[in-house]
């Protein structure tokens, strides 16, 4: 197992990111009790647009159109491993139903139109503990938060042992980050910290590469996520690269792509697959022709779906500005003028 393809490594440091990045702007300020609710109900918003807008697109080119091929490509090459997906039977109103409800709350990995959304539940969960979190601190004063500080880690050390709820806890140490980077943010790229930062950066790749896989240990988990991402802003060379054109172009098509990838294997690649072996090419051949041609397809299909990340993120924004002060105040004026609406 590598770093690049440790896929509980890289849920886990998305997963303190999202932490980190829902909180940031908030610490500091106390948030109304109004403005909570309206975040809420904008982050689930957010998330639900693309995922609906996804899982309709598998139902009309995926199953309507029968080119699903993960079943036979996996007969053909069992370490292609994608037959459990899509083997129900589909419906626009079920599409529905597990876009606005079941990825959330009752998420179930057969019957499930987007397979890596199973990190959904997690998300969704994730980031309401964080907006709670901010919600709650900012109504104590500097003395009081750092007893919630402390007691936001005895929090996310029970998280860490609780197998139904760990993966919140990733969210609470990206909460814990961001409160301590911008209360340093005079020191945070110091040569001393430049340094050990860029250095654990470096080990925690090479140890990732030998550790064991075995997915119940999550507190090593945990902390080699937290080491990555503090690493990131805390080291000029690290900040310098992932803030490239060809990483923040990856960044702002990475919600799309991640949703995108598996119905794109089980359909072009798995098909591709398919007629590849029954051409003769061997798995060597056959593999480097699926991915050659994959990795660009999914690229390509999350960058037209990056229109429909922004309008999810713009319907967001517009609930979390949303006033209902000032609706019903329009209201009134254009009742009293005869204005229709």
């Given amino acids: 197992m590598t770093p690049l393809t440790d896929s509980r490594l890289a849920v886990g440091i998305f997963f303190i990111i ?7 702007r908030f610490i500091g300020y106390r948030m109304e009790p109004a403005t909570f609710v309206k975040t809420l109900v904008a982050r689930y918003i957010r998330l639900t647009i693309p995922i609906a807008v996804v899982s309709l697109l598998v139902l009309v080119f995926g199953f309507y159109s029968s080119f699903l091929h993960n079943i036979k490509a996996t007969a ?16 626009f109103t079920d599409a529905l139903k597990f876009s606005f ?19 959904m539940p997690r998300e969704l969960l994730g980031s309401y503990f964080i907006y709670t979190t901010v919600f709650i601190a900012g109504f104590h004063n500097y003395w009081n938060r750092r007893r919630l ?15 139904r709820f760990h993966y919140t806890a990733f969210f609470l140490y990206g909460y814990l980050l961001a409160e301590y980077y911008k209360s340093n943010t005079t020191s945070n790229q110091t040569s001393p910290n430049n340094r050990v930062a860029f250095l654990a950066f470096i080990a925690l790749m090479i140890f990732s590469s030998f550790r064991s896989p075995d997915r119940s240990v999550f507190l090593p988990l945990v902390g080699m996520s937290l080491i990555v991402v503090w690493s990131v802003l805390y080291s000029q060379r690290l900040s310098a690269f992932f803030s490239n054109r060809v990483s923040l172009f990856l960044g702002k098509i990475s919600f799309p792509l991640y949703l995108i990838h598996v119905p794109i294997y089980c359909t072009f690649s798995s098909w591709l697959i398919s007629w590849l072996y029954g051409l003769g090419f061997n798995q060597l051949q056959t593999y480097s022709m699926v991915y050659l041609t994959s990795l660009p397809l999914v ?21 979390s500005r949303f006033s209902l002060k000032a609706f019903f105040n329009n209201l009134s004026l254009d009742t009293k003028t005869g204005v229709e609406i």
Avoid: C, Q
């Fill in 18 to 24: 999202s932490g980190f990045v829902l909180s940031y």
């Fill in 76 to 91: 053909l090459e069992p370490k292609w491993g994608y037959d459990p997906f899509y083997t129900f039977n589909p419906s």
């Fill in 101 to 119: 409800w079941n990825v959330f709350l009752n998420y179930d990995n057969n019957h499930t139109y987007i397979p890596p959304a199973w990190t």
């Fill in 149 to 163: 500080f402390i007691t936001m880690i005895a929090v996310s050390a029970f998280l860490v042992l609780n197998l």
């Fill in 299 to 319: 690229i390509i299909s999350a960058y037209f779906l990056y229109p429909m990340e922004r309008f999810a993120i713009d319907v967001s924004r517009r609930i």
